[in-house]
């Protein structure tokens, strides 16, 4: 299978407070999708950081009696603290008060002043402080004239602003999302569809968009040319995806094709406006070559997901008191292992159209079921087995229908790539546990604890004990974008730490090959060590 270039992204946070639930789940899909990418081979790049330029952050700072430069520098390093300890493999960490955004940000700005698709107007109309969103008047008609977020009343403005030439890239926007077709070389495309059937009735009423702001308080980027206007936060924001990636090395993977997770509140930034800006900047000089002589790639695909709520229903988040912050988080990992707490956001989160519920209870439960008592417990089960009946070695012999596991095993894999292709998690960790199911029963249909006590049929039992190693470990491969941890100390204690090696600090698996059958080595000496997911008892 030939690698491919591949780049994924968060949305960058806003700094006002510390990160939580909702931060760190978009960052674990995220970072899941990127391991996946890196075991097979694939040339990846995955960026996430903060906002620091929203008006809340001067606020908030001014609360505090700091500059919202402190403000932003102390809750930047929270948040890029707490992505440390999950184990993010983030390849960069964007902070738009660096120069290097700054800069990039200022010169695509001057650009498209200088080719006309941002000019000086004044806008009149709602606008969404909470959300720092303006508003445009069926939508805020069609709410009551209160934020769909955070439901406090929008305010009234005027001011003196730019604006971006939204309108003029409706049709070629409407294009790539209704007919799937490419545009200039390019496709574009939001999931799931209902967000996309969401955006393109929004993006049929487009307005062109205030793109600066008054008031800022030297918090923010200039427009060009005129001191008295700041950056819209949102546009400066969106402008990271590229920013970071603006260098010889690194453009390389925008032009492959960004795949940006955000949730669902900020669709339409990212579904209408980011794709029309680039769009604006891939006719203007230098864009109309960026890269090879080609021309500025728009991103692959903008996936919204949706929320997590309270058992109650209620969306989790800091004003309402009922988020889960770094310390609830850090209680979570202490009892049940990092691990868990990846497995269950990736594969139990709002990855679709429909809200998911966090508690506890399911927490639990979903850490027994698919963890402790399905690949920790198999994993426990077959090394003790080997231990006792093999003298602790892999034997010395060829599994025992190959063919037969070898088929399911393509076609469990094949499942599994076309389960992450459309980002169904849940999905391709499930072919994991399907595996692993097929271990528990071979060994309930074979007994082969029960044909051990037979010495003339110990041949037998490690035939046997050597096809549900294997599996094991191909399994094992499947699961280490989920449970990474986990999978690195089995593959020690079968002989596999080569794959660990292979993985360390951003490298490349072969997930074609260490997927196919027949791979441990005789005479490799098995570890049995602890159980890798202990099962939860509720006190």
């Keep these: 299978m030939t690698a491919e270039t591949f780049y994924v992204t968060t949305p960058i946070y806003y700094v006002n407070d510390k990160p939580h639930l909702g931060h760190v789940y978009t960052t674990i899909v995220a970072d899941v999708v990127a391991r996946h990418h890196?075991?097979?081979?694939?040339?990846?790049?995955?960026?996430?950081?903060?906002?620091?330029?929203?008006?809340?952050?001067?606020?908030?700072?001014?609360?505090?009696?700091?500059?919202?430069?402190?403000?932003?520098?102390?809750?930047?390093?929270?948040?890029?603290?707490?992505?440390?300890?999950?184990?993010?493999?983030?390849?960069?960490?964007?902070?738009?008060?660096?120069?290097?955004?700054?800069?990039?940000?200022?010169?695509?700005?001057?650009?498209?002043?200088?080719?006309?698709?941002?000019?000086?107007?004044?806008?009149?109309?709602?606008?969404?402080?909470?959300?720092?969103?303006?508003?445009?008047?069926?939508?805020?008609?069609?709410?009551?004239?209160?934020?769909?977020?955070?439901?406090?009343?929008?305010?009234?403005?005027?001011?003196?602003?730019?604006?971006?030439?939204?309108?003029?890239?409706?049709?070629?926007?409407?294009?790539?999302?209704?007919?799937?077709?490419?545009?200039?070389?390019?496709?574009?495309?939001?999931?799931?569809?209902?967000?996309?059937?969401?955006?393109?009735?929004?993006?049929?009423?487009?307005?062109?968009?205030?793109?600066?702001?008054?008031?800022?308080?030297?918090?923010?980027?200039?427009?060009?040319?005129?001191?008295?206007?700041?950056?819209?936060?949102?546009?400066?924001?969106?402008?990271?995806?590229?920013t970071y990636v603006d260098t010889d090395d690194r453009r390389k993977y925008w032009q492959a094709g960004a795949v940006h997770f955000i949730a669902k509140d900020i669709l339409w930034f990212h579904a209408a406006i980011w794709p029309a800006l680039i769009l604006a900047l891939r006719k203007c000089p230098g864009f109309d070559a960026w890269h090879e002589g080609e021309p500025l790639a728009l991103p692959k695909l903008v996936y919204s997901h949706s929320y997590w709520v309270s058992e109650t229903g209620e969306k989790m988040s800091k004003s309402l008191g009922n988020f889960l912050d770094p310390q609830a988080i850090d209680n979570y990992v202490n009892v049940f292992g990092l691990d868990a707490l990846r497995y269950f956001l990736a594969t139990r989160g709002p990855l679709g159209v429909s809200d998911s519920a966090f508690s506890e209870d399911l927490f639990v439960d979903v850490y027994n079921s698919d963890l402790a008592n399905t690949f920790g417990n198999s994993c426990s089960r077959v090394t003790k087995m080997i231990g006792k009946y093999l003298g602790g070695k892999i034997p010395d012999l060829t599994t025992e229908d190959t063919a037969k596991w070898s088929g399911f095993v393509e076609q469990l894999h094949l499942r599994y790539e076309a389960s992450f292709a459309t980002l169904e998690l849940s999905d391709a960790a499930g072919e994991g546990r399907t595996l692993i199911r097929q271990v528990d029963s071979h060994i309930d249909e074979t007994a082969p604890f029960k044909l051990a006590k037979d010495e003339s049929k110990l041949p037998e039992v490690a035939t046997i004990l050597l096809t549900c190693a294997e599996a094991l470990r191909i399994a094992s491969v499947l699961l280490w974008p989920f449970i990474p941890d986990a999978c690195e100390v089995f593959w020690s204690r079968i002989g596999c730490g080569h794959y660990t090696r292979a993985l360390a600090a951003g490298g490349s698996g072969d997930l074609a090959q260490w997927v196919k059958w027949g791979q441990l080595q005789p005479g490799t000496a098995i570890e049995i060590g602890e159980a890798l997911f202990p099962r939860y008892q509720p006190k």
């Excluded at 993010?88 to 738009?96: L, Q, S, Y």
């Excluded at 209160?146 to 730019?162: A, C, D, F, Q, W």
Aim: glycine share 8%.
């Design 38 to 242: 890196r075991l097979k081979g694939d040339d990846t790049f995955f960026l996430t950081g903060v906002d620091e330029h929203a008006a809340k952050v001067s606020d908030r700072a001014a609360e505090q009696g700091l500059s919202a430069q402190q403000w932003a520098d102390q809750n930047a390093a929270a948040f890029s603290d707490v992505f440390e300890r999950l184990e993010m493999t983030n390849d960069d960490f964007v902070r738009t008060s660096s120069h290097r955004h700054k800069d990039n940000v200022t010169a695509y700005v001057r650009t498209l002043l200088d080719s006309g698709d941002v000019y000086a107007g004044q806008y009149e109309g709602w606008y969404d402080a909470g959300q720092e969103e303006y508003v445009p008047e069926n939508k805020a008609a069609g709410n009551g004239y209160k934020s769909e977020v955070t439901g406090k009343p929008l305010v009234r403005k005027k001011e003196k602003n730019y604006f971006f030439k939204l309108t003029a890239y409706r049709d070629e926007l409407l294009t790539l999302l209704e007919r799937h077709e490419v545009v200039n070389g390019c496709r574009f495309d939001v999931q799931p569809t209902a967000r996309r059937n969401e955006i393109i009735n929004r993006i049929k009423e487009a307005e062109d968009v205030p793109i600066s702001r008054t008031g800022a308080g030297g918090w923010g980027i200039p427009v060009p040319g005129d001191a008295e206007q700041t950056i819209y936060v949102w546009i400066d924001a969106l402008f990271n995806y590229l």
